[in-house]
């Protein structure tokens, strides 16, 4: 019984996190937020990628910066979309939330050079 009362006290915290994201960003895939994404990279892709603007050199062998990710015309946010929610060779499987996933993609074509 006890159990149960705390799952349901758990219900208009769930709901009140989904009501602050705006169904067509889950959608779109391009209204994620880019600040939040820069430290989702900071936090989680940094240790692989090289995440800066302006940072085209990789920082292991094969692992392509979020810059030159940013400015591949094949990246588009649908493919970033798929590739990280799918299993990859060599990359860990990171488990992002949508939120999360919209919020890297947001902040990796933030880098997108404004020169092409
Ligand atoms: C433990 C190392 C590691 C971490 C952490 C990591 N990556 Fe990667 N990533 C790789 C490697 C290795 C590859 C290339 C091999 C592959 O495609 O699996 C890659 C490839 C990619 C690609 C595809 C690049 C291309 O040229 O197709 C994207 C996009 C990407 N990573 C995004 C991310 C994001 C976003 C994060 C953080 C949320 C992240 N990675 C964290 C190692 C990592």
């Given at each position: 019984?006890t ?13 009140s ?16 937020d880019?600040?939040?994404?820069h430290?989702l ?18 920082k ?14 094949s ?5 970033l ?33 404004t020169?092409r």
């Open positions: 019984m159990a149960l009362h705390n799952h349901i006290s758990m219900l208009p915290f769930a709901v996190v989904f009501s602050l994201v705006s169904p067509i960003a889950a959608v779109a895939g391009d209204l994620g880019v600040g939040a994404g430290g990279a900071k936090g989680l892709c940094a240790t692989c990628h090289r995440i800066g603007r302006g940072e085209t050199d990789e292991f062998l094969d692992v392509a910066s979020f810059q030159t990710i940013a400015d591949s015309p990246k588009t946010a649908l493919n979309r798929v590739f990280l929610k799918s299993p990859h060779r060599n990359m860990p499987d990171l488990i992002l939330n949508e939120i999360e996933i919209d919020s890297v993609i947001a902040y990796i074509q933030s880098l997108k050079s020169t």
